[in-house]
Each structure stands twice: as structure tokens, then as C-alpha cells.
């Protein structure tokens, strides 16, 4: 679990700042995941990534941007943070091999905006 | 696109007693069929998981069985321990895709 690590693990910032949540990974995985999960609800993908330069969105990407210039790091960038966005966010791997499906997840962020 | 069901959201059991957590899936080309752990402010972490080819896995105290049928698969906890507490998430992946669609949660009680 140590190869997956986010940053910072807490977070308070204002509505209209711009955040950024770091997510990296140590062990050369292909895809990286990010999620949100707001209280007392299950996991909503924002955006994927495949490979380094390949990314997509998932079920909720409004509001959000993404980026993944080498393959261990996928940061995930609020550019006007709203009060919807609080919550909590994990970013999640997974190798690359044909038939390997299990996504390991990082410790978390909790976002709160005020 | 795929779509996850999972039932009940709520399992309250008395310490001891089995519980049973169960999901359906939309997409017959699902392939892989995970069972995640959540422990209260703690990451999803992998139990146990299924593919298509296989009817039933066991790990010591928990097994999951799927019905590619009936396109269903639960997740069976028996002799279940206060640890057990948290909340499990089931998920599939369908056909060739990378993504894992999610199911919403089932929090287990375990009563003393």
C-alpha cells in the first residue's frame, strides 16, 4: 500500500480557488484512477488514465482537469473549487497485464470547501 | 453501458451469525467481479474476486458466487467478527474495458 501515496491528506480552501491533489504511484502502473466519494455514498469516477500523455473522463468530470506527463505521478486540478466539490478524494491503480483488473487505492484526500 | 445493483444498503447481524451482500450487473461481458472493504476512514481495499469462468471462491471466512445467468454475484461472510464492520463495495468490469463500474455500498453493522 506504501506505492500509492496522495497529497496533501487534508485540504480547506476557498470557493474559487484553484487546487491541486497529487497522486503518486511507485509501482510503474499503467492506468491511475481518480474518485470521489462524498459521505455516506460509493465511488464516482472523474478521470482515467491508460498511459503517460493518454487520459479520458469518467462519470463526473465537470469542473475538474487532469493531467499525467510521466507515468507514476496523475495529478487531479480544481480550477474553481465550488462546495460541491467537498469531499473526499481517492486516486486508485492498476497494472497493465492482460486479466491483472484489481485497482489499489492511495490514503485519500479530504477536500472541504468553504 | 454497465450497470451495478447492490442490495441491501443497511445488514445488521448479530456477531456469529452469516451475512449476505448482493449485487446484479446489466452487461453480460463482464468479466471480473471484485469485492472491496472500507473501513471507516480508510481506502477500499480488494477481499476477494471472482472471474466468469468460476461459480465460487472461498477465502477462509468469506466466498463469493456468481450466476452469470441470472447476472448476479453475493459475497458470503461467515462467523462474522465485530472487524468485519465496514462498508463492502462489489464492482464488475465489463468485456475488455479497464474501468471497474461500482456498486453504491452496503454498510455491515455487527452487534455484539
Known amino acids: 500500500d506504501a506505492g500509492i501515496t496522495q497529497s496533501p491528506r487534508y485540504k480547506i480552501t476557498e470557493t474559487g480557488r484553484q487546487v491541486t491533489l497529487m497522486c503518486h504511484q511507485t509501482?510503474?502502473?499503467?492506468?491511475m484512477f481518480w474518485y470521489r466519494q462524498d459521505l455516506g455514498h460509493g465511488l464516482r469516477l472523474i478521470y482515467y488514465?491508460?498511459?503517460?500523455?493518454?487520459?479520458d473522463k469518467g462519470e463526473v468530470p465537470d469542473g475538474y482537469v487532469v493531467s499525467r506527463s510521466k507515468t507514476e505521478n496523475f495529478p487531479l486540478t480544481l480550477e474553481s473549487a465550488t462546495r460541491s466539490q467537498t469531499s473526499v478524494y481517492f486516486c486508485?491503480?492498476?497494472?497493465?497485464?492482460?486479466?491483472?483488473?484489481?485497482?489499489?487505492f492511495g490514503p485519500g484526500t479530504r477536500l472541504t470547501v468553504t | 453501458g454497465e450497470n451495478v445493483e447492490q442490495h441491501p444498503s443497511t445488514l445488521s447481524v448479530q456477531e456469529g451469525d452469516s451475512a449476505v451482500i448482493k449485487c446484479t450487473y446489466s452487461?453480460?461481458?463482464?468479466?471480473?467481479f471484485p469485492w472491496y472493504k472500507q473501513e471507516l476512514g480508510k481506502r477500499p481495499q480488494l477481499i476477494i474476486d471472482?472471474?466468469?469462468n468460476v461459480g465460487e471462491k472461498k477465502d477462509q471466512r468469506i466466498a463469493v458466487t456468481l450466476n452469470k445467468t441470472a447476472k448476479h454475484f453475493s459475497l458470503h461472510i461467515t462467523e462474522t467478527q465485530p472487524e468485519d464492520s465496514a462498508v463492502y463495495f462489489c464492482?464488475?468490469?465489463?468485456?475488455?474495458?479497464?474501468?471497474?463500474?461500482w456498486g453504491a455500498g452496503t454498510k455491515l453493522i455487527i452487534k455484539p
Open positions: 486508485a491503480s492498476r497494472t497493465g497485464l492482460a486479466g491483472a483488473y484489481e485497482q489499489y
Open positions: 509501482w510503474s502502473h499503467s492506468y
Open positions: 488514465s491508460a498511459a503517460a500523455d493518454i487520459t
Open positions: 452487461d453480460s461481458a463482464s468479466n471480473y
Open positions: 471472482i472471474r466468469s
Open positions: 464492482a464488475a468490469t465489463p468485456g475488455s474495458n479497464y474501468q471497474l463500474i
